[in-house]
């Protein structure tokens, strides 16, 4: 599967373009692979010889917990090529990160692009095909707003003025449109309508205290973080523990249904919207 998934570097190098993502998974000897879900794919490559021991716990445990920790979705619902990538990271000791951060990587591919224009503070907010075939982008240069009832660590965007960008022979869109607010005017015929995906929601529970074992069922808990299980009905997907706080009461440790009883305080939650990673069609 590595090596199949490697071939793109290759294929990029080469020049090679796609005109739909079915196209290029076909190149890499993956379409396949989207066409069946991650529990089908699993049991058919676990179940032979020896790896047939402990596998359905290898499905149900270990890969349905990061699946659900990465997609917040189970195995039986996700294709196969987004559950073995899913996976990898924990599968794989030569895992990376960028030491200064990924917005380092725009920043960074733009200088070596060696761009002619890179407006930054700008938002486009509709595409225009006009007579001559040529597109002009509707845009408004922004920039981040100081409210003080804004989200910690996030930036709300004030408009400042209009603009008109363009003609360009040709116009990529590199954000999901569905949540972008771009409107695309006369790039379609009346009667077209851009497909709908939906997105999932993955949320990540930090909590600074201490979890209650009786949820869980269990009368004592390991240090860290908390996974569930692929089949697990949990309104949560995982836990990932701050650490404990000082001198909590003991009445804050009393028996409920709550596992989050014995915390004193939630330091808050990180969401994402992802797309659902559901078998592909052609």
């Keep these: 599967m590595g090596k199949r998934f490697g071939r793109i570097y290759k294929l990029q190098q080469a020049g090679q373009v796609y005109d739909t993502p079915q196209q290029l998974l076909e190149a890499l000897d993956l379409f396949n692979v989207t066409q069946q879900s991650a529990a089908d794919y699993m049991q058919a490559h676990l179940s032979r010889g020896l790896l047939h021991y402990g596998f359905a716990a290898f499905i149900e445990e270990l890969a349905g917990a990061v699946n659900r920790i990465n997609y917040n979705q189970r195995n039986r619902g996700m294709n196969a090529l987004a559950g ?55 845009a408004v240069q922004t920039t981040p707003s100081t409210a003080a009832n804004k989200v910690a660590g996030e930036q709300s965007l004030q408009p400042l003025a209009d603009e008109a960008y363009g003609p360009y022979d040709a116009v990529v869109i590199a ?108």
């Excluded at 899913?86 to 725009?106: D, R």
């Excluded at 077209?192 to 997105?199: F, G, H, Q, W």
């Excluded at 240090?223 to 949990?234: E, R």
């Design 84 to 138: 073995l990538v899913s996976y990898l990271p924990a599968a794989q000791p030569e895992v990376y990160s960028i030491k200064e951060g990924n917005a380092a990587l725009p920043r960074k591919l733009a200088a070596a692009a060696k761009l002619q224009a890179l407006r930054l503070g700008t938002a486009v907010q509709a595409v225009q095909l006009d007579a001559s075939g040529q597109y002009t982008l509707q």
């Design 175 to 282: 954000t999901p449109l569905e949540g972008s607010g771009i409107k695309l005017q006369g790039v379609l015929p009346p009667s077209a309508a851009l497909p709908l995906r939906k997105y999932q929601s993955t949320v990540t529970s930090y909590v600074t205290g201490a979890l209650n074992p009786s949820y869980f069922k269990v009368k004592a808990l390991p240090a860290g973080d908390i996974f569930v299980i692929d089949s697990a009905a949990t309104p949560f997907s995982v836990i990932a523990s701050k650490g404990a706080v000082p001198d909590v009461s003991s009445s804050s440790s009393s028996s409920s249904s709550s596992g989050l009883d014995g915390c004193q305080a939630a330091e808050g939650q990180q969401q994402q919207q992802q797309p659902q990673a559901t078998q592909q069609h052609s």
